[in-house]
Structure formats: structure tokens, C-alpha cells
């Protein structure tokens, strides 16, 4: 589970501040996909950022696990929110951020290895999970492809999996199909939604896109930094 608790974050704006997260309570619980919508600006991606620890909010939680192994990751050093991010969160931002240099299935080979050990054991559990997720998301034919030779959806397939393949309690997305025509980015957001449901995974997801809603468990919207409506079960408002 990851819940934001009145979490509030401004950035600097000549002599005043930009209130870009304006006391937002969301929460995303195992095996769902919430979404976040709004318009441009209105603090979705700021959201996401506090909620990947890139960002410390000015006030406000940022609990991720259970009951029994809960971490506040707004009370972390930027090293310990580091380690916590590289073991428990995934994160598939736009514009995936593929290294050019790299095979596919070594994109997933050197993520979960930041997170986990060295050792010959591990490694080889390390590779063996990242074949299964390539499998997962359809590209086991295309393994052993760099960068440059993945089609736009398969891109975002390899940035999806890889934000998978150190096994996070929570992943995080932002507009995953910004990039991609109708039929590819509801193949994108079905593989987003089965992946979550098999894995277990608190999954927050951002979209302006709504024509994909049936794939979310819940949807948010934000406007101005806050939380405007919580649809159809949606996550609690403060
Ligand atoms: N690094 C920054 N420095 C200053 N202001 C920022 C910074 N990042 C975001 N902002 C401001 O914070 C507000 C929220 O921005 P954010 O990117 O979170 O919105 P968004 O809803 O994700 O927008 P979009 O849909 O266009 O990506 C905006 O007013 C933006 O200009």
C-alpha cells in the first residue's frame, strides 16, 4: 500500500512559491490501479514524484508497506529514500528513459540489481525473473533487441517490465500511452492492469487519457494541487 497523507510540496517562483500539491490525501492499495487525471499543470506529475521519493513534500506523509512494515518515506534521508525506492517502488515516467546502449532484457538485468546482491546466486535469480517478466509483457522474441530496434508500445512494454522486475510493492506510471496510438495504448494499459492485479502491486497511474477508465480500479482527479473527486470507490479526500 502507499498512501499520501496531507502531503503538500511547492517549488519556488521568483520571491513567492508555486503550490503545485495542495494537501492531498490518496491512497493506492495492493492489487489496483488508481488513476490520476486532471488538467495540465494541475500537479499530477508532482503526485507521482513525491510518491517515488524524488521529491520531499513540505508537509505531509508518504507511508508505504502494511501495518506490520510501514515506512515513512517524507522522513527519509535522500540515501535511505534511495535504497527504499530501488527495493519497494517501480517507476515507468514518461518518456521511458531506455538506456540506448542496452538489450532489452539487460535493461531489467541492471534495474534489479541495483536493488538486490551480486553474488552468482543472485544474479542468476535476478536474470531468470527478468526473462519471466519479458514473457509477461510479450517480448521474449525481442530479448536480446536494443532500443533503437523497439517499436514505440514495445518501448514502454521493456520500461513497464523493468519497473517490475525487483518485484516493488508499489509501482508508479505516469502517461504511459501518451506515446502511443488508440490500439497500442489500450494493449499498454490492459498489460498494466493484469500485471497489477497478478502481482499484487499498488499501482498509481496518470493519464489525461479517460478512454481507457475500464482498465482503472479507481480514478482520481486533481485540480489545482487537490483532490477534487473520488469516483466510484476512489481514494478518500481531505
Ligand atoms: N521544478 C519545478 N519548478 C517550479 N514549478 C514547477 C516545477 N515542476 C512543476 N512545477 C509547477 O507545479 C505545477 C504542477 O505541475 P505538474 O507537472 O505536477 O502538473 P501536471 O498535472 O503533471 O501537468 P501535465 O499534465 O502538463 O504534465 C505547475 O504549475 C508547474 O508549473
Do not use: C, W, Y
Not at 152 to 177: F, K, M, N, S, W
Request: avoid cysteine; aromatic fraction near 0%; charge should be negative.
Amino acid at each position: 500500500m502507499i498512501q499520501l497523507q496531507n502531503v503538500t510540496l511547492t517549488f519556488p517562483d521568483g520571491e513567492n512559491r508555486i503550490t503545485a500539491v495542495d494537501n492531498v490525501t490518496l491512497r493506492g492499495t495492493n492489487g489496483t490501479v488508481t488513476g490520476i487525471t486532471g488538467p495540465s499543470g494541475s500537479g499530477k506529475s508532482s503526485i507521482l514524484a513525491v510518491a517515488a521519493t524524488l521529491l520531499r513534500p513540505d508537509s505531509g506523509g508518504v507511508l508505504i508497506g502494511n501495518s506490520s512494515d510501514m515506512t515513512d518515506a517524507a522522513q527519509l534521508s535522500k540515501h535511505e529514500a534511495t535504497q527504499l525506492r530501488r527495493e519497494r517502488i517501480g517507476i515507468v515516467f514518461q518518456q521511458s528513459n531506455l538506456l540506448p546502449a542496452l538489450t532489452a532484457r539487460e535493461q531489467l538485468q541492471v534495474m534489479a540489481r541495483l536493488g538486490g546482491g551480486t553474488s552468482r546466486n543472485q544474479r542468476a535469480k535476478i536474470d531468470a525473473r527478468a526473462d519471466e517478466l519479458l514473457d509477461a509483457v510479450g517480448l521474449t522474441e525481442h530479448a536480446g533487441k536494443r532500443t533503437h530496434q523497439l517499436s514505440g508500445g514495445e518501448r514502454q512494454r521493456v520500461a513497464i517490465a523493468r519497473g517490475l522486475v525487483h518485484e516493488p510493492e508499489v509501482l508508479l506510471v505516469d502517461e504511459p500511452t501518451s506515446a502511443l496510438d488508440q490500439e497500442r495504448g489500450a494493449k499498454i494499459m490492459e498489460l498494466i492492469s493484469r500485471l497489477t492485479h497478478e502481482r499484487d502491486t499498488a499501482t498509481l497511474l496518470v493519464t489525461h487519457d479517460l478512454g481507457h477508465r475500464d482498465t482503472l480500479d479507481d480514478l482520481v482527479t486533481v485540480v489545482d494541487g487537490r483532490i477534487t473527486t473520488p469516483i466510484a470507490g476512489g481514494a478518500p479526500t481531505r
